[in-house]
T-cell receptor, first 113, second 113 residues
Framework: GDSVTQMEGPVTLSEEAFLTINCTYT??????LFWYVQYPGEGLQLLLK?????DKGSNKGFEATYRKETTSFHLEKGSVQVSDSAVYFC????????????FGGGTRVLVKP | DAGVIQSPRHEVTEMGQEVTLRCKPI?????LFWYRQTMMRGLELLIY????????DSGMPEDRFSAKMPNASFSTLKIQPSEPRDSAVYFC???????????FGPGTRLLVL
């Protein structure tokens, strides 16, 4: 079945540092890929998405490119802020799984001033 | 606009008691989802509804769990009887027109003693 693997955290970095969170997936066919973010005490919210190979999703300075050849969707941000401290979830949806979202385990990011 | 509303935000109960979690989706959304989040198992989809009809309940762990959606603006998740292993954060989410872009509520943190 579908699965998503993302790097374990926590990831601790200083303000203005470069952030990368790795995400790889296994799915039948051509899934859509997502990054959701969960801020402390809140529910998840969609950060960005890509629906086909080589698409780049972007939002709030974050970017991720759908790489079919490496089955990856790594999240990057060039200069993080303290307010980016959160848990980040990579997810996919595929027709074979009825378009339900399959989430990775989440990566906690802590940005220190 | 109000987001997804969940109540209560926190619930502490004793083993064997009935627990009812409540959710009000975003007005106009036609899909509603119930998730459970634990450290061990991550984020799991329990059940989802489309136009108030349960579509997929394959994630419901056992008969102790039940979910209803009597109308478009209200859903409940009930656990009877509750057990300590049910302790988790339960999220409700809603979406419009499909399963991919979901809006999550703040969650209900359940502790069963």
């Amino acid at each position: 079945g579908d699965s998503v693997t993302q790097m374990e955290g926590p990831v601790t970095l200083s303000e203005e540092a470069f952030l990368t969170i790795n995400c790889t997936y296994t799915a039948t066919g051509y899934p859509s890929l997502f990054w959701y973010v969960q801020y402390p005490g809140e529910g998840l919210q969609l950060l960005l998405k890509a629906t086909k190979a080589d698409d780049k999703g972007s939002n709030k300075g974050f970017e991720a490119t759908y790489r079919k050849e490496t089955t990856s969707f790594h999240l990057e941000k060039g200069s993080v802020q303290v307010s980016d401290s959160a848990v980040y979830f990579c997810a996919l949806s595929s027709k074979a799984a009825g378009n339900k979202l399959t989430f990775g385990g989440g990566t906690r990011v802590l940005v220190k001033p | 606009d109000a987001g997804v509303i969940q109540s209560p935000r926190h619930e502490v109960t004793e083993m064997g008691q009935e627990v009812t979690l409540r959710c009000k989706p975003i007005s106009g959304h036609d899909y509603l989802f119930w998730y459970r989040q634990t450290m061990m198992r991550g984020l799991e989809l329990l059940i989802y509804f489309n136009n108030n009809v349960p579509i997929d309940d394959s994630g419901m762990p056992e008969d102790r769990f039940s979910a209803k959606m009597p109308n478009a603006s209200f859903s409940t998740l009930k656990i009877q009887p509750s057990e300590p292993r049910d302790s988790a954060v339960y999220f409700c989410a809603s979406s419009l027109g499909g399963l991919e872009t979901q809006y999550f509520g703040p969650g209900t943190r359940l502790l069963v003693l």
